[in-house]
């Protein structure tokens, strides 16, 4: 395993211990209202600390972007965190969401760690050296039809300029595959296309540090990852599109007639 990797392994294992012990009450947890629908735990924060502090051990000199943080440093190595993919199933006991860790070199995905603590599902993949999940070598999966697939999605919840197109997406989508899923970690939604659990994925306005590492595991396993045009740029964007290439191209061409001017 490269040794960032590792780095990155290590620093995720730290974090999945602070969520899993404070999962065991959480309502002993001081919970604070960022935005509508939009909570904060001290989990989250402590979680994210003890990542930046394992990444900064090994790196000193390396730039961090974190979710409830936000950036610091200036290097070509760019950490991206999300402590816990998915707050709003942790606070209410259901059991999924993820610790997601992605490292940036000069713009360039090199190293992602998705770590699920509730199943120990450890997701991992080195730019060049394939996808993994624990030890096996991951591969999307084969299924060429789109009415065969199994689709992972996010619905909005906090921010619903995109509703109506979302609506119109999903209306569209729903009886042209085989089921649709909403599992609450867009971080783990995208390590399942990477292990073909899912064969495809949508989602609008997603953050960096929610699909930084989904991404990288994505494209090692051999699928494909775009925005709605099926580009570049879904990083910044945060409309990620995703599958295997067969269902990727089927999914694009269901999303791309319900796209309003903001989202093209
Ligand atoms: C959220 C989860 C969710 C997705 C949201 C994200 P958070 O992240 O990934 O699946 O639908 O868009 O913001 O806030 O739980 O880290
Ligand atoms: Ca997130
Ligand atoms: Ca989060």
Known sequence: ???????????ARRAAGI???????IDALTVKHKSHNDYVSEVDRAAEQAIIDVLLEAYPSHAILAEESGAQGDSEYQWIIDPLDGTTNFLHGFPQYSVSIALLHKGQLNQAVIYDPTRND???ASRGAGAFLNDRRLRVSKR???ADALIGTGFPYRDFTHLDAYMAMFRDMLPKCAGVRRPGS??????????GRLDGFWEIGLNKWDIAAGCLLIQEAGGLVGDFNG????????NVVAGNPKVFAQLLQTLTPHLTPALK
């Open 19 to 25: 969520i899993t012990r404070a999962s065991q009450d």
């Open 1 to 11: 395993m490269h040794p960032m990797l590792t780095t990155a392994v290590k620093a």
């Open 144 to 146: 060429l039809k789109l």
């Open 231 to 238: 580009d570049d740029g879904y990083i910044d964007s945060g």
């Open 122 to 124: 450890l997701f991992t």
């Open 186 to 195: 867009a971080a783990l939604d995208l390590a399942y296309v990477a292990a």
